[in-house]
């Protein structure tokens, strides 16, 4: 089977057979096709498209291009959930404490932060003695023995996709709606989970910019999870601004720590229930969103989602003790605060810009190999649609230098637009997407 001929058929428009797909993922992953053949084939699948059959051959060859996790070991419906990605989105370390705590075991598997979105991994490692490096065995005995764990990806999980990955972000491919759902869905289904939930983020922080693309790509998701075997629920949210009010690794995990304490309420708690429901749902232990929202409150009010938290960070070997006295967590070298200046309603953010202005003070990578600074970042209380005046706080930095601190307070300024009219404040969840149809609330 030649290469050149599948690149030929792809070119042409033409659907590629389950074994031609077969074929350039296994190249991919053992390097015996070149970066360039890769590369003109990816454009091709980008100019032409795929077809769900296609799409869904893709994603399953890329699963089994590495290992797949066996969770057959924890009893119970393991319930994964993914975001494609967005600033102050600590989701994952306030859902997966309190649906454990529900009885859903969450095995989660989860990446690191690179551009302007941070990554559940670097948000954990900022607390102490925390490994989020275990054994498969060790993954396993863990969620048994308390209902969670959060780990990063091995290096032999869905191979394949990390170099055509890699090839897309440098070949103007990235936004290939086969290419997407294909690589998450591919590592999704490589970890293990018996069903998903996938949150997708639309607006000016995500990859993923209009409403309309947003659901196109769920609706991607939730065909191939079908085609699958594994029942796939899309929540379709917001990023026209940060989700939480903390940006920043060790901010984040203070965030989390003070949601799951029952001391902050707000959009991020809002759609980390929202997301819990539906695995809720998903894991058999309850017959609706509302009855499972109700399940997660109770859990809430209880400490019980605090206290799974708390257990997974002794599991995993970190000081737990943060949990209760946060400022054991990183702390900066200079704490600013930054007032608005002048009067007015916050009419509109650049969330993607805001998360930039996060990576520049060293909470993020502009490399893979950059090592970051868990204890920078700003918490940022404004939200779209408030009033302010000249005395309102905008935000407080935490940096590592004055000039980072005026980098960053300029990128803040730039980043948010003040006028003279109120505007409504953007929803947080815009659609609802299944294999079985969209069920939208703009």
Do not use: W
Request: net charge negative; aromatic share 2%; with cysteine.
């Amino acid at each position: 089977m030649s290469m050149l001929d599948i690149i030929t058929k792809k070119k042409l428009g033409q659907e590629l057979t389950q074994a031609e797909i077969v074929e350039f993922t296994r190249g991919a992953a053992d390097g015996s096709i070149p970066d360039y053949q890769l590369s003109a084939l990816l454009m091709a699948i980008r100019l032409n498209g795929m077809t769900p059959r296609e799409t869904t051959e893709l994603t399953l060859a890329m699963r089994d291009s590495g290992d797949v996790c066996d969770l057959s070991a924890i009893p119970g419906i393991k319930v994964d959930k993914h975001s494609t990605g967005g600033v102050g989105d600590t989701t994952t370390l306030i859902l997966a404490p309190l649906v454990a705590a529900c009885g859903v075991p969450v095995a989660k598997m989860s990446g690191r932060g690179l551009g302007h979105t941070g990554g559940t991994l670097d948000k954990l490692e900022s607390i102490r003695g925390l490994s989020v490096s275990l054994t498969e065995d060790a993954f396993v005995r863990q969620v048994n023995e308390i209902g969670l764990a959060v780990i990063g990806q091995t290096a032999t999980l869905a191979p394949a996709d990390k170099t055509l990955y890699a090839l897309r972000d440098v070949t103007a491919t990235v936004d290939s709606l086969p290419l997407i759902a294909s690589s998450i869905m591919s590592k999704k289904l490589a970890s293990g989970a018996d069903a998903i939930v996938l949150d997708v983020k639309t607006g000016s922080g995500a990859l993923m910019a209009t409403v309309e693309d947003a659901i196109a790509l769920a609706r991607t998701m939730a065909e191939v999870g079908q085609l699958s075997g594994k029942p796939v629920r899309a929540i379709v949210t917001g990023m026209n601004q940060p989700l939480g009010t903390h940006v920043g690794n060790a901010l984040e995990v203070k965030e989390a720590i003070e949601v799951l304490s029952g001391k902050v309420k707000g959009d991020l708690l809002d759609v980390a229930l929202l997301l819990g429901s539906h695995m809720l749902v998903l894991g058999g232990k309850a017959a609706d969103v509302d009855a499972a929202r109700a399940m997660l409150e109770a859990a809430l009010s209880s400490g019980e989602g605090l206290n799974r938290l708390k257990a997974m960070i002794t599991a995993q070997g970190g000081d737990a003790a943060c949990a209760s006295n946060v400022s054991l967590l990183p702390q900066p070298a200079l704490i600013r605060e930054v007032k608005v200046g002048h009067r007015g309603y916050i009419t509109a953010m650049d969330t993607e810009a805001l998360g930039y202005v996060a990576q520049a003070m060293g909470a993020g990578r502009i490399r893979k190999t950059d090592a970051i600074d868990y204890s920078v970042g700003y918490i940022l209380p404004v939200r779209i649609g408030d009033q302010v005046t000249e005395d309102t706080p905008l935000c407080t930095l935490y940096a590592r230098s004055e000039a980072d601190a005026d980098r960053a307070e300029a990128g803040i300024r730039a980043a948010i637009t003040i006028g003279d009219a109120k505007v409504a404040r953007p929803p947080l969840c815009y659609a609802i997407v299944t294999a079985d149809g969209v069920t939208r609330f703009d």
